[in-house]
């Protein structure tokens, strides 16, 4: 019997990996589901997304199955306000943001007469209506575009579509730095408001990065929720590229793991000292960071240097009669 042919199209599609972001469906969460008590930078939740603040308020981060019905999703991020800053000093700034790889926004052609458009799409919902701030920011040239979207109906999920004009000055690098942040803007003190929204490419300046932006922080009953960010070459937002978790994993595994040691191996020991070669799961974008080991272990490599492998694996020495390692490998942008 012959077999039916597969059509293609949506198969192609879901190969392509158009969406620039990576785990914009939220459904990774390495670092746990809840933070709370949050008032510095850093990753907490869903995986890639970062909190950049400064003394605006304290927050929790939460990986929320509250998500759009009908749509595909079961999860997204969540921002809960639990101090408030309801008058931010001037250089005051709340930010959700994620950087990406130069190499991987070679196709973009940006700094050449032929720089693609890029079109973002989200789900976001809200108790706080109003103008809202997403930014792109070529870290290379120091260049940056605004444009603004409206919440219009509160605790409603709304669907956001944003296009912004190719840049055909300052190309990407292509190496494995962070070439773009987005940021999505939820609060800024006048140091970001009080100029011109930059919603052309241009030299970044702050004072018109975020100019009409609502703060997120003015109240403790304020919550915004986000899924589905969607970031694409062209001026048209395509459906929401979903991925195997499998997939979805391992290219959020390049940038994070933890990992977790025995309290006794077998293996190759020199006297009194076991040598032991941890393998990550996925090759990292760099060295990584590793912290947060209990145990006593001397790490051999990814100190400094030129170790070979560094990016795939660690040697370590631990004493002969067991030890524990729990790692957080982190090679974040």
């Not at 940056?144 to 919440?151: C, D, H, L, P, Q």
């Amino acid at each position: 019997m012959a077999l039916s042919k597969i059509p293609s199209a949506g198969f192609q599609d879901n190969v392509k990996f158009r969406n620039i972001i990576i785990n914009g469906d939220m459904s990774i969460a390495q670092r746990g589901t809840s933070t709370s008590s949050i008032t510095s930078s850093g990753y907490n939740t869903a995986d890639r997304f970062k909190v950049t603040v400064s003394n605006m308020g304290t927050w929790t981060q939460t990986q929320s199955t509250e998500v759009p019905t009908g749509q595909g999703f079961a999860k997204s991020l969540k921002m809960d306000c639990t101090t408030a800053d309801a008058s931010p000093s001037a250089g005051d700034f709340l930010i959700i943001e994620q950087q990406v790889e130069g190499q991987n926004l070679q196709y973009l052609k940006k700094g050449t007469s032929s720089a693609e458009s890029v079109t973002l799409s989200f789900w976001v919902k809200s108790n706080k209506t109003g103008t809202y701030i997403f930014e792109l920011v070529d870290n290379d040239n120091s260049r940056a575009i605004s444009k603004s979207y409206t919440i219009s109906s509160a605790d409603t999920w709304e669907k956001k579509t944003i296009t912004y004009a190719g840049d055909t000055s300052g190309a990407f690098d292509n190496d494995n730095n962070g070439s773009l942040r987005l940021f999505f803007w939820l609060g800024g003190g006048t140091n970001y408001t009080s100029g011109t929204l930059n919603t052309s490419w241009g030299t970044r300046v702050d004072t018109n990065a975020a100019v009409g932006q609502v703060n997120l922080a003015d109240s403790t009953s304020n919550e915004w929720y986000i899924t589905g960010v969607q970031l694409e070459a062209g001026e048209v937002a395509s459906d929401f590229e979903f991925l195997p978790h499998d997939v979805n994993l391992n290219r959020c595994l390049r940038y994070f793991e933890e990992y977790q040691g025995a309290n006794s191996h077998a293996g190759l020991y020199s006297g009194s000292t076991y040598i032991g070669h941890i393998f990550y799961k996925i090759r990292k974008r760099t060295r990584p960071t590793l912290s947060g080991a209990s145990g006593n272990y001397t790490q051999l490599n990814n100190s400094s240097g030129g170790d070979k492998g560094a990016e795939d694996s660690m040697y370590f020495t631990a004493p002969a009669n067991g030890y524990l390692v729990n790692l957080t490998i982190d090679s974040e942008l």
